[in-house]
């Protein structure tokens, strides 16, 4: 079974600054997707970041930026120059390429911003 | 285009009741995906349905059931509410299976 885990319940960070929120999954499977999605407290999911396994290349979205170890099975996620809208909780997600059904998300992150 | 939508956004029952939540999917987005959200359990998939059928189903009781109509919109029905059915439940589309879910803004569910 394909296991999520964010050890960190709870990230803080100063406006401007960087942050690092971290994810670690299980799985046997060597094609897969993983995600960062981010759930403000409007609580609608918004996808900030993707990543296919079968790229080593760490995939970027402006500001947001991931560092993907597919041996060590580590997928973390890098906020550049924080914003108090960045305040959120961040979900780390992974699903097979095959079935999108199985979508497996962490316990998610909570992080503040602090002006 | 518009987003996903749910509807209602917050619901009270009490327990034994049955409770009926409706998800529309972006237009042109034919899977739509159910999630149960709760403190203790964080995010659990429930089911997906494409092209009107039911594709897969998460580890939930039969109380649970879902269908999706022939205009892609989709209801999840639960039956017998317990107290621990509270929680958001979470509608996500995407034009298939394979593809990105878009997510709406959830129905808080409270059960008394």
């Known amino acids: 079974a394909q296991t999520v885990t964010q050890s960190q319940p709870e990230m803080s960070v100063q406006e401007a600054e960087t942050v690092t929120l971290s994810c670690t999954y299980d799985?046997?499977?060597?094609?897969?997707?993983l995600f960062w999605y981010k759930q403000p407290p409007s609580r609608q999911m918004i996808l900030v970041i993707r990543?296919?396994?079968?790229?080593?290349q760490n995939a970027t979205e402006n500001r947001f930026s991931v560092n993907f170890q597919k041996a060590a099975k580590s997928f973390s996620l890098k906020i550049s120059d924080s914003q108090l809208g960045d305040a959120a909780m961040y979900f780390c997600a992974y699903r097979p390429s095959y079935n999108n059904n199985d979508m497996r998300f962490g316990a998610g992150t909570r992080l503040t911003v602090k002006p | 285009k518009a987003g996903v939508t749910q509807t209602p956004r917050y619901l009270i029952k009490t327990r034994g009741q049955q409770v009926t939540l409706s998800c529309s999917p972006i237009s042109g987005h034919r899977s739509v995906s159910w999630y149960q959200q709760t403190p203790g359990q964080g995010l659990q998939f429930l089911f997906e349905y494409f092209s009107e059928t039911q594709r897969n189903k998460g580890n939930f009781p039969g109380r649970f059931s879902g269908r999706q109509f022939s205009n892609s919109r989709s209801e999840m029905n639960v039956s017998t509410l317990e107290l621990g059915d509270s929680a958001l439940y979470l509608c996500a589309s995407s034009t298939d299976t394979y593809n990105e879910q878009f997510f709406g803004p959830g129905t808080r569910l409270t059960v008394l």
């Open positions: 799985t046997s499977e060597s094609d897969y997707y």
């Open positions: 990543q296919e396994a079968y790229k080593q």
